[in-house]
């Protein structure tokens, strides 16, 4: 199994604004993914952060307004660059372990 | 296009009732079944697994059934308690890394 801790767990950010999330796992993995879950919402995938190449990003989604760092095997970094209200959810990272995938706890973003 | 659906959108319950959570995908190909329980403030944990030839498979009181025919899986709970409230969520696995999430049923179990 996995643990994965995430920080901040929520915060409240004026818009045009930024905020880092960081997330670190307790075991060396491949690839690591960033979700939105926005409220009342499923979990929607940003991307799919790999160590030592440029994440990929899904329909919708833009390095310029989610850029990812993934610095080493056990660490990555989700921003959410010029904040609007509409970026208001839950941010999760998420690892696959050998059977199934694991969350981390999220990060609660409010925009105001 | 690749779709999870899952009723119902919400569910109340008393305490020691039991309950069946519905999830109907279109999802090709198909890879595995999950279902996830996420607590209000946490991310989604894992429940159960499930591959194509699997039919069931349990996880305490809860009990996943697979029919990839109809593609149809359900989730039941036994003899629910008042820390089964929380949102359920539906996975289903297209490939490596290609997971289709269902929007989740919210269940709330009261004394």
């Known amino acids: 199994s996995a643990v994965i801790s995430q920080k901040p767990s929520r915060d409240i950010c004026q818009r045009g604004t930024s905020l880092t999330i960081q997330c670190q796992v307790d075991?060396?993995?491949?690839?690591m993914f960033w979700y939105r879950q926005q409220p009342g919402q499923s979990l929607t995938l940003i991307a799919t952060?790999?160590?030592?190449?440029?994440?990929?990003?899904e329909s919708g989604f833009v390095i310029d307004k989610f850029p990812i760092s993934r610095p080493n095997l056990t660490f990555s970094t989700l921003t959410v660059s010029n904040m609007s209200p509409e970026d208001s959810s839950i941010y999760l990272c998420?690892?696959?372990?050998?059977?199934?995938?694991?969350f981390g706890p999220g990060t609660r973003l409010t925009v105001t | 296009k690749n779709q999870v659906e899952q009723s119902p959108q919400s569910l109340i319950i008393l305490e020691g009732k039991n309950c069946t959570l519905q999830?109907?995908?279109?999802?090709?190909?198909?890879?595995?079944l999950r279902w996830y329980k996420q607590d209000t403030g946490r991310g989604p944990v894992s429940l159960t697994i499930?591959?194509?030839?699997?039919n069931t498979k349990s996880n305490g009181r809860y009990t996943a059934t697979l029919d990839a025919d109809t593609k149809q899986s359900s989730l039941h709970i036994t003899a629910s308690q008042l820390s089964d409230s929380a949102s359920y969520i539906c996975?289903?696995?297209?490939?490596?890394?290609?997971?289709?999430f269902g929007t989740g049923t919210r269940l709330k179990v009261l004394a």
């Open positions: 998420s690892v696959e372990g050998r059977d199934e995938q694991y």
């Open positions: 075991s060396q993995v491949t690839m």
């Open positions: 952060a790999n160590q030592g190449s440029e994440a990929t990003y």
């Open positions: 999830c109907n995908y279109t999802v090709s190909p198909f890879s595995n």
């Open positions: 499930m591959t194509f030839s699997e």
């Open positions: 996975v289903v696995s297209s490939g490596t890394y290609k997971y289709i």
